[in-house]
């Protein structure tokens, strides 16, 4: 198309916000054939019947949301992922039965036949219309949503951007010589604090292969939507946001966004193009340039502050790094660990005996004995390990990813498990609860084997916990249950920290606040809650004579973090003085200790 596109998503049963749009659309002489609904006809609204039927009438172009999804297939839930018996769960709950009971088999039958996605061509450019994102239709995409995460879709799509819906707020980002374009939704306020909803027109630029992207506000007679909302007996949450502008809850914003609510959005207009990014919309908030001496003092902050310090409360945790050799070379290991990363070389069980010999020598109060990499079961000597381990009366807990290497050992796994019951955990790496990011981090092929390994260790009674990460930039409570869903044939409690475990990310390139004396006060926290607190790890450097004992899982390489050749050497104070300190520990409440 050389001629201008209209994007709205989430009609969501807002009959008179459907009305609006379309009514602007005639207005600026758009036919039904140049606009593009992102999905989810049916939600919220009073009005779902009414709403499918005009939809239906317009002939506009429509891609198949989530709902249309659900209801098609008479499904008992909207499919959002909402956590279970969250606000957001029991709000849905009320809709979704009410526009089920509204709606006849022709309209079902309709959904069934929308499709999944829509190719746009404009301007010599291909777009892609989806709802969610183009693997998993309802995925939440946001601003604040990393990067790579939305270049997977634009690179899967072929296409030179998407164009998606499903999270309710419009924005538009450059994703390397990428687009991604959220015109927002017309049936909910973009939780903004005002009434009005949004919409966007895509027109070619002045430049070949250029596009301009309007996004507008829509005022519309939300009081009469409210009124048939209330009619139809639904709960006030969503109801009053009609109004306010507010939603109900912030349960599926990550932080970024969940920091602007409230906060009133400008009409703006975007140029972009393959050659030339866009500036950002809405604008990025503005982080402080990170002073060049940061995290250089171990005393002083860069701001001249005293510098938080942890001291050694007990050790609670001793962790065994068994070398970083790993079968895998994942996109943003903690430690850099791959099949050719041999800093730490592998430990020795009779270094290992060492170091347990000293604590039952001193009488420490260790109850777990951690097994880190790498992949633990990339070192030859784990299983003698883990049996000196276990007969001293430790817990073990060992990191693996489950696959070739772990399952080589499975007679020795099998006769420690026979010797010492659940006093062995396994801690299996998923990195996100769905394929496509699990190996976007981890490489292709990496999902089948994982699951196989979790398999094997449920099927044959063995403890084990599953750990995540944040890096898919989600909400918690939508990641966790993400993972209650893929883990549902394992007995494990995803909304339990401890059986599984989600990691925040550790963005290099992130600018992150120094931790002084002053901030646990603000924070309400105590030095004794973070991780160093409580454990050390014991490492081997390539070439070194004897191990070494750091404060920290994450910092085997830093110099500073390296304590001693004992623990007891190694049982001084820790200075904060690292980026991971705060993103890691202090501000994402992160331990890699079992809970």
Not at 344 to 366: G, H, K, M, N, Q
Request: aromatic share 8%; glycine share 8%; hydrophobic share 40%.
């Amino acid at each position: 198309m050389d001629a201008p596109l209209l994007l709205f998503g989430g009609p969501y049963s807002n009959l008179q916000a459907t009305e609006a749009v379309l009514a602007e659309a005639r207005r600026r002489h758009i036919p039904p054939h140049r606009i593009v609904c992102t999905g989810d006809v049916v939600a919220y609204g009073g009005d779902p019947k009414a709403c499918v039927d005009l939809i239906r009438r317009s002939g506009i172009q429509i891609v198949m949301g989530n709902c249309e999804e659900q209801l098609a297939a008479d499904a008992d839930d909207c499919g959002c992922g909402f956590a279970p018996g969250s606000e957001c769960d029991r709000l849905s709950a009320a809709w979704f039965t009410f526009a089920r009971s509204e709606l006849d088999a022709d309209d079902r039958a309709w959904m069934a036949t929308l499709p999944r996605s829509l190719p746009v061509e404009i301007a010599g450019l291909r777009l892609v219309a989806v709802h969610g994102s183009l693997g998993e239709i309802s995925r939440f995409v946001f601003a604040s949503t990393p990067t790579r995460i939305k270049a997977l879709d634009v690179t899967l799509a072929g296409a030179d951007g998407i164009i998606g819906g499903h999270c309710g707020l419009p924005f538009t980002q450059s994703i390397g010589d990428g687009l991604w374009h959220n015109p927002g939704v017309v049936g909910m306020p973009a939780n903004d604090g005002t009434p009005r909803v949004w919409y966007s027109v895509i027109e070619p630029g002045p430049e070949p292969r250029s596009i301009a992207i309007e996004h507008n506000a829509l005022e519309y007679d939300h009081e009469a939507a409210a009124s048939a909302m209330r009619r139809a007996g639904l709960p006030e949450g969503y109801t009053n946001a009609l109004s306010s502008g507010l939603w109900p809850n912030c349960d599926v914003l990550p932080p970024s966004e969940a920091k602007l609510k409230g906060r009133s959005l400008s009409q703006r207009t975007l140029h972009w193009s393959k050659s030339r990014s866009c500036q950002e919309w809405p604008a990025a908030a503005q982080q402080a340039t990170a002073p060049t001496d940061k995290f250089k003092d171990p005393c002083i902050t860069a701001q001249g502050d005293r510098r938080a310090t942890v001291s050694l409360t007990a050790l609670e945790t001793l962790w065994i790094n068994t070398g970083t050799l790993c079968n895998l070379s994942c996109s943003s290991c903690y430690i850099e660990s791959t099949p050719r990363n041999d800093r730490l070389s592998y430990i020795t069980a009779s270094e290992v005996r060492c170091f347990l010999d000293e604590i039952e020598r001193d009488r420490l109060p260790t109850r777990l004995v951690g097994f880190t990499g790498g992949e633990p079961f990339m070192n030859p000597e784990l299983p003698e390990m883990l049996d000196d381990v276990l007969a001293r009366g430790f817990e073990a807990l060992v990191l693996t990813n489950a696959m070739k290497p772990m399952r080589r050992y499975e007679r020795a796994l099998l006769d420690l498990k026979a010797k010492f019951g659940r006093r062995l955990t396994l801690r299996v790496s998923l990195d996100h609860y769905t394929q496509s990011l699990h190996e976007l981090e981890r490489g292709p092929n990496t999902w089948q084997p994982a699951l196989d390994g979790l398999s094997w260790l449920f099927d044959n009674g063995f403890r084990t916990h599953v750990a995540g990460r944040r890096y898919s930039g989600e909400a918690d409570a939508i990641v966790r249950a993400g993972y209650a869903r893929q883990l549902a044939a394992y007995d494990i409690d995803a909304q339990d920290p401890g059986e599984l475990v989600i990691f925040p990310e550790m963005d290099a390139t992130a600018d992150v606040p120094e931790i002084t004396e002053a901030c646990w006060g603000v924070l309400s926290k105590s030095p004794a809650d973070v991780m160093c607190a409580t454990s050390r790890m014991v490492v081997k450097r390539r070439d070194a004579s004897r191990p070494a004992v750091v404060a920290c899982t994450l910092l085997p390489y830093d110099p500073q973090f390296e304590l001693g050749a004992s623990l007891a050497e190694a049982s001084g104070q820790v200075s904060l003085n690292h980026p991971h300190c705060a993103k890691f520990c202090v501000l994402g409440d992160a331990s890699c200790s079992a809970k």
